[in-house]
């Protein structure tokens, strides 16, 4: 199992910007790529992007593609979520996550191990 921990989050004014960390301990071998998901009040947890650990091919939601960046260091077991140009719909709770799969990254299904969440507040 990965052990997952969040960090960074907090309240920004619309058009700021954010970089959450995730840094991942325990079996981190096992693991292919790590993914970051959000979810806000009252609604489905979502797929916000993804990073294959080896090689480093991004994917991104469309909602955020241009305004994220997912990158990771190896050596530190820690991936990142550069958020810029935020806005209120980007107001969530954002949990990271590792899969052990090299494919299938949008589908919450296909990771194994999640973190405990960091609230992002983007105020108008």
């Known amino acids: 199992q990965v052990q997952l921990v969040e960090s960074g989050g907090g309240l920004v004014q619309a058009g700021g910007s954010l970089r959450l960390s995730c840094a991942a301990s325990g079996r981190t071998v096992s693991s292919a790529a790590m993914g970051w998901f959000r979810q806000a009040p009252g609604k489905e947890r979502e797929f916000v992007a993804a990073?294959?650990?080896?090689?480093?091919?991004?994917y991104y939601a469309d909602s955020v593609k241009g305004r994220f960046t997912i990158s990771r260091d190896n050596a530190k077991n820690t991936v990142y979520l550069q958020m810029n140009s935020l806005k209120p719909e980007d107001t969530a709770d954002y949990y990271c996550a590792a899969s052990p799969h090299n494919y299938g990254f949008l589908y919450a299904s296909r990771y194994d191990s999640w973190g405990q969440g960091t609230q992002v507040t983007v105020s108008s």
């Open positions: 990073i294959r650990l080896i090689g480093g091919s991004t």
